[in-house]
């Protein structure tokens, strides 16, 4: 088993994540070919994202697809809440990432430089993104992470998203507070991940890696 995909991206970022609290050792290979736009890439996933997952040569695409299957093959240490409900509920976290708070990123992605940007773009995102808050803080348990005192699946999700948003968002557009210095739930959740031993240490090497990688793109 091998994941395909660098630590650069929130979605490969969110699958480490998850392997390393569920104690699974998932080594990363290179992409076949050198980058996921190249045909011995697409061979193996026409989706042509990454992260995907080798697994004896079959192809799992999609984070979360990934982290469900890492839990179904190695349920030893489980990556979600014990109940039906915590379950769900760490689920939804991940389902309001990668449903309404992803697409944000990529919309003020392209307007990050000032002289160029597009003020009703801005107004619509930031809107949203406030919204995205408020469905995060109502679906968020009492914590102080996600669900619960252990960081599950939603975590992971949210974990790198946000870290992204830091880079990419609130450090860029002063219009848009970061909802983890507001002192409201989610502040209590991004405390909560800075201090446990797996998260703030993965957590860091992504936001090196995301800002890395912006630098060059900048060039
Ligand atoms: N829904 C996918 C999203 C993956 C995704 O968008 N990956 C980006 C990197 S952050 C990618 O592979 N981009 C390469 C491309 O679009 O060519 C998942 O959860 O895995």
Redesign the pocket.
């Known amino acids: 088993m091998k994941l395909y ?1 660098a630590l ?5 970022a ?2 480490l994540l998850f392997a390393k609290l569920k104690g699974v050792d998932l080594p990363q290979a290179d992409i076949p070919g050198g ?3 190249k045909p011995e890439y697409r061979a193996f996933t026409p ?6 997952l080798d697994v004896d040569g079959h192809c799992i ?6 982290c469900e299957y890492l839990e179904d093959a190695f349920p030893e240490k489980s990556g979600l809440p014990a109940g039906a409900l915590g379950r769900a509920q760490s689920r939804t976290i991940s389902r309001i990432v ?1 449903l309404y708070m ?1 697409p944000i990123s990529s919309q003020l992605a392209r307007q990050i430089n000032p002289a160029n940007r597009d003020a009703e773009i801005v107004a619509t995102n930031t809107e949203a993104l406030a919204k995205v808050w408020t469905y995060l803080d109502h679906f968020m348990g009492d914590g102080p992470f996600c669900v619960g005192n252990k960081p599950t699946l939603g975590d992971c999700a949210l974990g790198p998203h946000m870290a992204m948003f830091k880079v990419l968002v609130f450090s860029n557009f002063a219009e848009i507070p970061d909802p983890t210095e507001q002192g409201g739930r989610i502040q209590t959740w991004w405390e909560a991940m800075q201090g446990h031993a797996d998260c703030k240490p993965l957590l860091d090497d992504y936001s090196a890696a995301f800002e890395k990688m912006m630098a060059y793109f900048r060039k």
């Open positions: 995909g650069a991206s929130p979605y490969v969110r699958v980058s996921p736009s989706i042509g994202k990454i992260p995907s695409p999609e984070s979360e697809v990934i990668d992803a």
